[in-house]
């Protein structure tokens, strides 16, 4: 790569190779075909194709690559959570995002930085032990640290007692990291479109086609689109905030919500803070970004839409409370704000595996953790396509845990009040 | 900041509301395992014009709104009970 770039460098011309060839018409039929090219859907196509060698793959994206909440997310990795299904599932995403700059021979800038979920009161202290504890014993790097210990490692922050919420410590997790999030989405697609699959940009899903429907929710055969009609064998849909309109169209419902997500960022600074800081009492995140910028979030919207503007309010209510873990960015500028919509389950963990279609996959309920968990999505949904063996990472997730009275409660989720 | 237009109160700052969901039905006591985790669980999430409960919590006032959530204006509010006079069973 370093030698490429010098050779650019010295020639007046350089061609840059497309990453994404056109692929033209649609086919008549495809083996697979994946709703959704979001970092979730292409990831799915590039492990079916470096794993399992399946390429008739089509992934068709209403807008563009990297449009939706691959590119809208904070971009934090990480996998301290609370529940062991959870700790396990994100626990093996953050080891596939450590090498994926190397399988994609692009820099996604995976950078880990430490985070800091901080704790105001006894209550979340003693949330914080218990999820170090249960992280620690599925092998993970993730403590305690109280007050004093904290002031060393992330003497950035406001330590004083006279504030509405204290900082009394906080649950550290080394791990934790950030990466740029559009270059997963760009990573995945290019792999999987050089080994041949096809991905199908503004191009909607109108419908699907169903056989067998008499009595019970049938197979699903074909996949309509703006752009013809397509026969499938199998069928995944990966669409975040659109779920539930998606899954309506192949006939059944889902217990999800799609509630907007703000976020923002500050103008570019000097470095200053290496830590990935969050506080769930506070309902803020913060991390100083490779370029400068801080990128800033909060919690969900009160109320779902379907839209991706961005409110005043979200802005008041976030900046007054980063400002009392940071009070000197008091000055500091906005750059740049935005919304995804983020599709919300109500155990805030997700949904994926089968659903009571038959050959019709779901990958949903992705809500406020989805950009950490791309890479194990796509090798399970991988495996699950190709094989039609629902993995055990994500067998605790499964659609059916709501007809069975079995939640998984996550509590470890982000953005979300507990 | 957005306004909501309560029947009660006038219109207010929507900071001021929560929102209770869609208006659906309670099933009957005797209803079936499925009924009853379709009411729990399960969401029209619809892309489009809904009817849903709101809360002004400030005066403990439930009434409904119909709202477009694609482009989130609020189109007309009831108070529950003239709502209920108007739809009764078929709401």
């Known amino acids: 790569m370093p030698f490429a770039l010098l050779k650019h460098g010295l020639t007046r011309r350089r061609s840059v190779p497309d990453a994404f060839p056109e692929p033209g018409d649609l086919k008549d039929s495809y083996d697979i075909v994946i709703v959704g090219g979001g970092g979730h859907g292409l990831a799915t196509a590039y492990y079916l194709a470096v794993d399992h060698g399946i390429t008739d793959v089509a992934v068709l994206e209403r807008g563009y690559i990297g449009g939706g909440n691959t590119g809208r997310n904070t971009a934090i990795i990480r996998s301290n959570y609370l529940t062991p299904e959870g700790v396990k599932f994100y626990d093996e995403s953050v080891r596939l995002y450590k090498d994926l700059s190397n399988d994609f021979d692009m820099n996604i800038l995976y950078s880990e930085r430490g985070h800091y979920t901080l704790a105001h009161t006894d209550s979340a202290i003693r949330t914080m032990r218990w999820r170090a504890e249960v992280n620690k014993h599925f092998g993970i790097e993730s403590e305690l640290v109280m007050r004093d210990d904290l002031q060393k490692m992330v003497p950035q922050l406001d330590y004083s007692e006279d504030v509405r919420y204290p900082i009394l410590g906080a649950l550290y997790h080394a791990p934790g990291a950030i990466a740029r999030h559009d270059a997963v989405a760009w990573g995945y697609g290019a792999g999987a479109a050089r080994r041949g699959v096809h991905i199908h940009q503004n191009t909607e899903v109108t419908g699907f086609e169903i056989s067998g429907a008499n009595g019970h929710a049938g197979r699903v055969t074909g996949v309509k689109t703006n752009r013809g009609t397509i026969r499938a064998g199998k069928v995944l849909q990966a669409v975040a905030g659109m779920s539930g309109e998606v899954a309506a169209m192949a006939g059944f419902r889902l217990p999800l919500k799609t509630v907007p997500l703000q976020a923002c960022v500050s103008q570019p600074l000097k470095p200053f803070l290496d830590a990935i800081v969050v506080s769930g009492s506070l309902h803020v995140y913060v991390s100083q970004s490779s370029r400068g910028e801080l990128v800033m979030g909060g919690s969900t919207d009160p109320y779902g839409v379907y839209m991706t503007r961005s409110t005043l309010d979200f802005k008041e209510g976030l900046m007054m409370h980063l400002l009392e873990l940071l009070p000197f960015i008091s000055e500091v500028k906005l750059l740049r704000q935005w919304a995804g919509m983020t599709d919300m389950t109500p155990d805030f963990a997700p949904i994926m595996g089968e659903t009571p279609v038959d050959n019709y996959y779901i990958d949903a309920g992705w809500g406020t953790w989805g950009f950490k968990a791309t890479p194990v999505c796509g090798k399970e949904n991988a495996r699950m396509l190709a094989t039609g063996e629902v993995g055990d990472l994500i067998q605790p997730f499964a659609l059916q845990r709501y007809h069975d009275f079995n939640l998984v409660g996550e509590k470890g989720a982000a953005s979300v009040g507990h | ?91």
């Open chain 2, 1 to 91: 900041m957005k306004i909501m237009p309560c029947p009660l109160n006038g219109p207010r700052n929507i900071s001021e509301f929560s929102c209770g969901g869609e208006v659906e039905h309670l099933p009957p006591p005797d209803c079936d395992h499925a009924q009853w985790i379709d009411y729990v669980y399960l969401e029209n999430n619809t892309a489009g014009i809904i009817r849903e409960w709101w809360y002004h919590t400030p005066t403990a006032y439930w009434f409904v709104a119909e709202r477009d959530t694609r482009t989130d204006e609020i189109l007309r509010t009831w108070p529950a009970g003239d709502f209920l006079a108007e739809f009764g069973e078929e709401r």
